[in-house]
């Protein structure tokens, strides 16, 4: 069946980096896009960015050049990085597949969320 | 990018109710939205696609409609397993948006 598993610290420093990684299983990397969507406590959805099926990315701008997404197909692994962490950042990160056809797009597996915490 | 105004931010209804949960884009999105309920502790899960099209397993008491910048989830006969926080998401355009979400209690 469908999965995904996101890991990655509990804990980082301010201005430090954050690494998460988003493994899934039941279906591949080239056929499906993977995004990533964080949650800051008591608070609402964010779109971060996008790794299609065919290896590109997406960015929201929101994050400038802080993201980076990136994956190894052979491990069915989408890697998240990003840097210079503020308080602001401390959310629950999920990854999510993400399906489209016929312009229909939509989250329909998510994973269970990594809670990250930024400390000073 | 879209702004998505969810209303409203918070719900208290009786079991058996209807309830209506409201969204509105800054600009036409074309249908181009999706619903999704989020159980306390747990991730998103995926209720309406298209403004109106229910997700495979999810209860037909569930519906959305609308059209242009205004859309709406409708819950009929609400069960206590309704208990969640209920948000939008535009997809017409990127970056893709959520409304602020909407909690929803049992009185």
């Known amino acids: 069946q469908v999965q995904l598993k996101e890991t990655g610290p509990d804990l980082v420093q301010l201005t430090q980096t954050l690494s998460i990684t988003c493994t899934v299983s039941g279906f591949s990397l080239t056929t499906y896009n993977v995004h990533w969507v964080r949650q800051p406590p008591g608070k609402g959805l964010e779109w971060m960015g996008a790794m299609w099926n065919g290896g590109g990315t997406d960015y929201n701008s929101a994050f400038k050049s802080r993201l980076s997404i990136s994956r190894d197909t052979s491990k069915s692994q989408v890697f998240l990085k990003m840097n210079s962490l503020q308080t602001d950042d401390t959310a629950k990160y999920f990854c999510?597949?993400?399906?489209?056809?016929?312009?229909?797009?939509?989250?329909?597996?998510w994973g269970q969320g990594v809670m990250v915490t930024v400390s000073s | 990018d879209i702004q998505m105004t969810q209303s409203p931010a918070s719900l208290s209804a009786s079991l058996g109710e209807t309830v209506t949960i409201e969204c509105r884009a800054s600009e036409d999105i074309y249908n181009g939205l999706a619903w999704y309920q989020q159980k306390p502790g747990k991730s998103p899960q995926l209720l309406i696609y298209?403004?109106?099209s229910l997700h495979t397993g999810v209860p037909s008491r569930f519906s959305g409609s609308g059209s242009g910048t205004q859309y709406s989830l409708k819950i009929n006969s609400l069960q206590s397993e309704d208990v969640a926080s209920y948000f939008c998401q535009q997809y017409y355009n990127y970056p893709l948006t959520f409304g602020s979400g909407t909690k929803l209690e049992i009185k």
């Open positions: 298209n403004a109106n």
């Open positions: 999510a597949r993400h399906h489209y056809y016929d312009g229909y797009s939509y989250f329909d597996y």
